[in-house]
């Protein structure tokens, strides 16, 4: 079945082991060199363009908006996303994250600018993503996890690095249960259908250009 069928598919090998690889390690190495420099007060927590772990979705962990890296596997992977999901696809903008043990996504769907979306795993231990094929909403409280009585269970997928889920972010709810590995580091691209009801007015997430970070906000 294609993905206008049933609003996702799972592309296997959309980029190289190689290069998800190098991403992954790319991505250990500045969580690192970020901490150090915050710990020894060379950059403020709420500096923009270094990554924070003030990520209300998942606290303390490492997470950055619009990465240099990142936004390039944005435009990298375009080809493919629009052969697979048979659209003309307006880049928005890229979030990536390397969970660690005992963290957990809440059942949820996603804001406009993630119309069309995939979740990339560049490395580390593998970590279930489930969806809700049926598009019911049954998230009433997504900080509570309140839902509507039976919400479907969903289906659980898998990825090595290098394979992605490209899904409806804003129709298909999902989610993760606990993770139970150690290091898990994965990439969001987030697209818009060019002729669907946001057209282009969510082009790169509504900045300048690709790259431009914005910054975090605290409580």
């Not at 003309?88 to 993630?114: A, F, N």
């Not at 560049?122 to 809700?132: E, H, T, V, Y």
Request: aromatic letters at 12%.
């Amino acid at each position: 079945m294609s993905f206008k069928e049933k609003n996702y598919i799972v592309i296997r090998n959309a980029i190289s082991y190689e290069l998800a690889n190098f991403g992954y390690n790319y991505l250990l190495l500045k969580r690192e060199a970020v901490k150090w420099m915050y710990d020894n007060n060379y950059l403020s927590p709420y500096t923009p363009g270094f990554g924070t772990w003030l990520d209300k979705q998942i606290p303390n962990t490492y997470s950055q908006h619009a990465d240099f890296f990142m936004e390039t596997l944005l435009m990298k992977v375009l080809p493919v996303m629009q052969e697979q999901t048979e659209m003309t696809l307006v880049p928005c903008y890229s979030y990536t994250r390397i969970y660690k043990k005992g963290d957990i996504l809440k059942r949820h769907s996603d804001r406009p600018s993630c119309e069309i979306s995939t979740t990339l795993h560049l490395g580390g231990d593998p970590w279930s993503i489930f969806l809700d094929p049926t598009g019911q909403k049954t998230v009433i409280d997504e900080e509570k996890q309140i839902h509507t009585p039976n919400a479907p269970k969903g289906i659980s997928i898998n990825l090595a690095p290098g394979d992605m889920l490209v899904y409806s972010g804003c129709e298909l709810e999902h989610w993760r249960e606990p993770f139970e590995g150690e290091h898990c580091g994965q990439v969001f691209l987030h697209y818009n259908n060019i002729d669907g009801p946001f057209g282009t007015k969510n082009k790169f997430d509504r900045r300048p250009m690709l790259g431009i970070q914005k910054r975090v906000i605290p409580n």
